[in-house]
């Protein structure tokens, strides 16, 4: 799906010696190259905090225990995404409660949100899915009229502009809190594990670093429970070389899509990723919707012949049995359930030559014109 062998090669010289000058100074952990990148990344971003931690999914549950919710409290997500996003709810002694998506977005549908908001709805943690962002601007409003916390899941679409009537603002920073990973295959990944959370407000990000230290305010002083949670230094220093290179690596990825989208729209039966106005797609993954094609048969057709596509995500949370105890598969998801059957993510990264697209959309063709 990534190729990140040839990714490296591009920009071996530089990587190396990043690492090269971690591993002569020997300072492992922290140290400048995790303050470096992370000053580097909030200027980016054009936040006031960046929060390096160990990964994705430690951003996310950081994030919540920084609100201080208690035991049954509800958090509203999408159920349409990757685990971590609800495992985390769960594993802090919350609630799930999932929403639907909108077909077109595949991100959480905002006008279906108010509906489940009750006494007990603490968070609401969109999910920007596949590297397009859910409705801001709705989930704001919402999220302000009740006095919910806002918790982004930018963990596919780091870099994304939302387009705010205020003027333009990066994915992550619009919600009182932005979480993502560098997860090595995703828009922004380094050479193992790493993570990040994002905020504007001062409170909420000391106390953020505090839970990500073992609650610690000073040395050897602890005043809650917190976790063991760090960036360490040789991935700080592979992401700032990484970083700087974002908008590019953005932009191979949308004409790697534009190939797609003009080759794929010829086909009855294929829903190519619609591009909502509010933000910009930085395609994370290419998702197609399949209607009337097998699409189970045309990811082994696929494989047979040496491409890799992706079912992201076979089995909705909701229906996962890790949350059994909240009777959660009976939750009414239309539009989740139909999307499980329907898509089909495709290949794409930052060094996709016009061969291998033009091999992979022949295949496609081959597949769907023996079908018909
Ligand atoms: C990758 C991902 C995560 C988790 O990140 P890790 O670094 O693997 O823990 C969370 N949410 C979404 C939407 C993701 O894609």
């Known amino acids: 799906m990534v190729d990140l062998v040839s990714q490296y090669q591009v920009i071996k010289p530089e990587v190396d010696q990043a690492i090269t000058t971690v591993l002569e100074a020997a300072q492992f952990i922290n140290g400048p190259a995790v303050s470096g990148f992370q000053e580097d990344l909030e200027s980016y971003l054009?936040?006031?905090?960046?929060?390096?931690?160990?990964?994705?999914?430690?951003?996310?549950?950081?994030?919540?225990?920084?609100?201080?919710l208690k035991p049954g409290d509800e958090v509203i997500t999408p159920s349409f995404t990757y685990i971590a996003t609800t495992e985390v709810v769960?594993?802090?002694?919350?609630?799930?409660?999932f929403v639907d998506v909108d077909e077109e977005t595949f991100c959480i549908d905002s006008s279906k949100i108010e509906a489940v908001i009750t006494s007990k709805?603490?968070?609401?943690?969109?999910v920007h899915l596949y590297g397009q962002?859910?409705?801001?601007?709705?989930i704001m409003k919402l999220a302000n009229k009740h006095g919910i916390h806002v918790i982004e899941d930018n963990a596919q679409a780091i870099g994304s502009d939302y387009h705010m009537p205020s003027g333009d603002v990066k994915t992550g920073g619009i919600?009182?809190?932005?979480?993502?990973?560098?997860?090595?295959?995703?828009n922004l990944g380094c050479y193992g594990d790493g993570?990040?959370?994002?905020?504007?407000?001062?409170?909420?990000?000391?106390?953020?670093?505090?839970?990500?230290n073992h609650g610690q305010s000073k040395r050897y002083y602890h005043d809650t429970v917190g976790c063991n949670s760090r960036l360490d230094s040789i991935q700080a220093a592979v992401l700032k070389i990484k970083l700087a290179k974002l908008d590019d690596y953005i932009s191979a990825r949308r004409k790697v899509a534009a190939h797609y989208d003009q080759f794929l729209a010829s086909f009855d039966g294929v829903i190519t990723p619609v591009r909502g106005d509010q933000s910009?797609?930085?395609?994370?993954?290419?998702?197609?919707?399949?209607?009337?094609?097998?699409?189970?048969?045309?990811?082994?057709?696929?494989?047979?012949?040496?491409?890799?596509?992706?079912?992201?995500?076979?089995?909705?949370?909701?229906?996962?049995?890790?949350?059994?105890?909240?009777?959660?598969?009976?939750?009414d998801l239309p539009v989740t359930d139909m999307l499980t059957r329907q898509v089909l993510s495709l290949p794409?990264?930052?060094?996709?030559?016009?061969?291998?697209?033009?091999?992979?959309?022949?295949?496609i063709a081959d597949f769907i014109n023996a079908q018909v």
């Not at 919600?175 to 995703?186: D, L, R, V």
């Not at 993570?195 to 990500?212: E, H, P, V, W, Y």
């Not at 290419?286 to 189970?296: H, S």
């Open 175 to 186: 919600g009182h809190i932005g979480c993502t990973s560098f997860f090595p295959s995703k």
């Open 46 to 68: 054009g936040v006031k905090h960046v929060i390096p931690c160990a990964n994705g999914t430690d951003a996310l549950q950081i994030a919540l225990m920084a609100l201080g």
């Open 121 to 126: 709805t603490k968070a609401i943690v969109p």
């Open 348 to 363: 794409i990264h930052t060094e996709m030559e016009q061969d291998q697209l033009d091999y992979i959309c022949s295949n």
């Open 195 to 212: 993570g990040a959370i994002f905020t504007n407000d001062d409170a909420l990000a000391a106390q953020m670093r505090k839970i990500s």
């Open 133 to 138: 962002a859910a409705n801001m601007e709705d």
């Open 280 to 331: 910009r797609h930085v395609f994370h993954q290419y998702t197609m919707r399949l209607i009337g094609i097998d699409r189970d048969a045309l990811n082994a057709h696929l494989a047979a012949n040496g491409i890799p596509s992706m079912i992201y995500y076979p089995i909705p949370a909701h229906r996962q049995k890790m949350f059994s105890e909240f009777g959660s598969e009976t939750t």
């Open 90 to 97: 769960a594993l802090l002694g919350l609630v799930p409660v």
